[in-house]
């Protein structure tokens, strides 16, 4: 991990083995949070959409949970 300086104007660079670790460059978006006392840069993707494609592929479907539960509850409703 590098040290950055923060700039009179609060400017803080990412050091460059950072940035080419998270493929950010110029004009990328990040999110700076607080908590616990710790700052964090989280990058923002730049198609979010696009970025989590596929994230839950090959995993349960809550779809099909909540419809086979309906079709349980249908049976109680008479």
Known sequence: MGI???SKKGWVVIPNEIRQKYG???GDKVNIVEYGGVISII???RDAIKETEGLFKG???LTKALLKEREKDKKFEN
């Open 43 to 45: 990058p923002i993707p």
């Open 59 to 61: 995993g349960s479907s």
């Open 24 to 26: 950010l460059k110029k």
């Open 4 to 6: 950055s300086i923060l």
